[in-house]
């Protein structure tokens, strides 16, 4: 912003501006009654100072003395330029604070509106200084507003159906045991165990992600090996892999350096991401688990053959209940909230996440990085720039 564009000099201009006014209309306000003054005075006629003399002529008439007549002059001057001066300085300090006071006061009508809960008003201010740009942040702050409310009530409406889903199924079922339509069956209980487990993990998901969003949920970081939990991961995800034929692969440096973190929350992240993979690849896809490190932080990215994402799906992909393929999804019980979850997990431990993919059945790459762990007193960093990956 150029500096004649500033609020504080645009007040400090105004009134230089209307003192300049206030001295010019005094100046010639004197000039001109002095002229007319001086030189049109009226003749005086002499008093006591006569009788003083002994000059008792009553025609004798002066003129007044200089100083006398220069003396009425100034002070008549000085009352008509003093109060036309004053009319100018009211003018303009009027002109010049109803331009600043009138966006101030629609600045607040907004801003009342939107305690008010009515997020869609807007404030239109044609300038270019403090002003204008206190105005933008008010509507930034109102399009937050707009999309913070926007993504409550559609919270609102996906856990609603998110819950009545499985209660409708369950209710349903029951419904049809006590009046004996649905005859009682293994697979008739199975299917109500699996709608109850599907409402108690999404409750569950659900209370995780409030306390994650509320910082409520306890990180508590030290050195950690990522390697270990890496094949920690590849025990635990192994057989379930091998029970859909999809392959699991493990890609990590012989040598990594310890992150600072949370592995338990580490390993949520983990989980996540790789039951995520497994649910979006087929028989004869693969997963690969990799890990490497740069100057300050070790990257682990969880990559999959699967279905992928189109680009217009990526930038949205860790909003709550957020689905690319929602039928699907919900088929195969995903909650729609754990990529949330693991975002503000990742985010919570001092990294970051992002997501890739070519699109449509073209796999996805997920990727969070972890801040090394610092170094103590006399302590050796491992050098992860070993090329022999760990591959099964």
């Known amino acids: 912003m150029r500096w004649h564009h500033q609020l504080r000099w645009k007040l400090f201009i105004s009134h230089l501006v209307i003192v300049v006014i206030a001295d010019i209309v005094l100046l010639a306000t004197a000039t001109f009654l002095a002229s007319i003054g001086l030189v049109n005075s009226a003749p005086l006629t002499l008093g006591s100072a006569a009788a003083e003399t002994g000059n008792l002529n009553p025609g004798a008439i002066i003129q007044a003395p200089p100083l006398q007549q220069f003396q009425a002059v100034v002070q008549q001057a000085l009352l008509v330029s003093?109060?036309?001066?004053?009319?100018?300085a009211v003018?303009?300090?009027?002109?010049?604070?109803?331009r600043i006071v009138e966006p101030l006061l629609t600045l607040t009508g907004v801003s009342k509106r939107l305690a008010q809960g009515f997020y869609r008003e807007r404030t239109i201010i044609a300038s270019d200084d403090e002003i204008a740009q206190l105005s933008q942040s008010v509507n930034q702050l109102a399009d937050a507003l707009d999309q913070t409310e926007q993504r409550r009530?559609?919270?609102?409406?996906?856990?609603?159906?998110?819950?009545?889903?499985?209660?409708a199924t369950i209710g349903g079922y029951m419904e049809g045991l006590l009046d004996g339509v649905v005859k009682p069956s293994p697979e008739t209980f199975s299917l109500i165990l699996h709608e109850s487990n599907r409402l108690q993990r999404l409750i569950e998901d659900l209370e995780l992600l409030s306390r994650v969003e509320a910082g409520q949920l306890p990180v508590v970081a030290r050195s950690t090996d990522?390697?270990?939990?890496?094949?920690?991961?590849?025990?635990?995800?192994?057989?379930?892999?091998?029970?859909?034929?999809?392959s699991l692969h493990i890609d990590i440096p012989a040598r990594l350096p310890l992150v600072w973190a949370d592995p338990d929350r580490v390993d949520q992240v983990l989980i996540n991401l790789l039951s995520n993979a497994y649910r979006y690849t087929s028989a004869g896809d693969e997963v690969i688990l990799r890990a490497s490190s740069t100057n300050d932080m070790v990257m682990i990215a969880v990559s999959d053959s699967g279905v992928g994402i189109d680009a217009e799906h990526l930038p949205h992909v860790f909003e709550r209940f957020y689905r690319v393929d929602k039928s699907r999804a919900r088929q195969s019980g995903g909650s729609g909230i754990g990529l949330a979850i693991v975002r503000h997990l990742v985010y919570a431990q001092g990294g970051d996440i992002s997501v890739f993919s070519a699109g449509k059945d073209q796999g996805t790459t997920f990727t969070f990085t972890l801040p090394l762990a610092p170094l103590g007193p006399g302590a050796i960093q491992i050098p992860a720039e070993d090329p022999v990956p760990v591959e099964t």
């Not at 159906?161 to 499985?166: A, G, I, M, Q, V």
């Not at 270990?228 to 091998?242: H, K």
């Open 82 to 88: 003093g109060f036309a001066a004053l009319a100018a």
């Open 91 to 98: 003018v303009v300090s009027l002109f010049v604070s109803r």
């Open 153 to 167: 009530l559609a919270l609102l409406a996906d856990v609603t159906h998110e819950l009545r889903t499985p209660l």
């Open 226 to 246: 990522v390697r270990r939990l890496l094949n920690a991961m590849r025990v635990q995800f192994d057989p379930l892999f091998a029970s859909n034929q999809v």
